[in-house]
């Protein structure tokens, strides 16, 4: 299986070295409100953006209190159909577009849709707080999810004995939770960590990124899989590690930045935007914001990780805005 990394050209910065002490960059411009905003964004598309999208919109809307903001929130899958139909101003996505999905939207507009990489995020494999297992490698990983076992692990993989745990946890069998077919987290990780194999029918679908926590932090037994921003006390990111014999990786930010985590992943606005053509202000001033350091702020509100200055410079340019 080929090695995913975030980007190591995009992300050549020193790298924090704990959560709490990630900084964002000095050079993020600071969000200055300008005269005339009104209207309504409509968001369509990730659960894992959810949140952020809300902190977003909070944040704008202090700003421009004429401004309506509604956000649904179901699934990445639901962005691309919402923007080629013109019923979402944006599209949250956890994951890039399908190339089927840029060419339903370029088969209506004739250019493809604007990506920006809003932030960064690290997709976690998360068991009960309780659950002494060291770390996981992808094939175990993928011999505990899927029924096809692609990446190679002789055996299946159904409770926490058959990793040597002691005491109780020999015979505990492991309870599956994920998200539905609608996610793009769902899609990320059956392709980045499943191989592209199918998932067990046991596999306990939840209808967001929160309830997938949820049912780990409830059940002693239980593995899922969720962004960054969803962890809790009661839950515990497990490091992770490609192929037998490498080191485990925790899910800490250090190790996102350097792209060394190997579920690093941007998190994408979509928008659509005429190349060469000027965004209507309402679209323009909400991407400013996103990219200043008061909406980079909200990101590490959401438990994510801010871009730098020179990414949100490049995201800005994309979209056309000085």
């Avoid at 029918?201 to 593995?223: L, N, T, Y």
């Amino acid at each position: 299986m080929p090695r995913w990394k975030l980007a190591r050209f995009v992300l050549a910065l020193a790298a924090p070295a704990a959560f709490a002490q990630v900084p964002l960059d000095a050079g993020l411009p600071v969000y200055q409100p300008v005269e005339g905003i009104s209207g309504t964004i409509k968001s369509v598309g990730s659960d894992t953006l959810n949140n952020l999208m809300t902190l977003w919109a909070e944040g704008f809307r202090r700003m421009y209190p004429n401004v309506q903001v509604e956000i649904e929130g179901k699934g990445s899958s639901t962005a691309p159909p919402a923007l080629i139909e013109g019923t979402a101003t944006f599209g949250p996505m956890s994951r890039p577009m399908k190339e089927a999905e840029v060419d339903g939207f370029k088969q209506k507009y004739g250019y493809a849709p604007l990506a920006l990489k809003t932030s960064i995020d690290m997709l976690a494999v998360y068991v009960n707080k309780d659950n002494p297992v060291e770390g996981l490698t992808f094939a175990q990983v993928d011999a505990i999810f899927s029924r096809d076992r692609k990446l190679g692990h002789p055996e299946d993989l159904v409770n926490w004995g058959q990793f040597g745990l002691p005491g109780e946890w020999a015979t505990r069998p492991i309870s599956l939770y994920g998200r539905n077919a609608a996610s793009g987290t769902y899609g990320f990780f059956k392709e980045h960590v499943l191989g592209k194999g199918d998932y067990k029918d046991s596999v306990k679908e939840q209808p967001g990124s929160s309830a997938v926590v949820q049912g780990v932090a409830s059940d002693r037994g239980g593995i899922g899989y969720s962004g960054i921003g969803y962890k809790t006390a009661d839950v515990r990111a497990v490091p992770l590690a490609m192929a037998e014999g490498e080191d485990f990786v925790p899910a800490t930010p250090d190790q996102a930045y350097t792209g060394d985590y190997p579920l690093a992943r941007f998190l994408l606005v979509y928008v659509n935007r005429r190349p060469g053509a000027e965004l209507d202000p309402l679209q323009r001033e909400f991407i400013r914001y996103v990219f200043s350091r008061q909406g980079q702020e909200d990101v590490l509100k959401d438990g994510y990780f801010p871009v730098t200055a020179a990414m949100a410079r490049e995201a800005l340019q994309a979209a056309g805005i000085e």
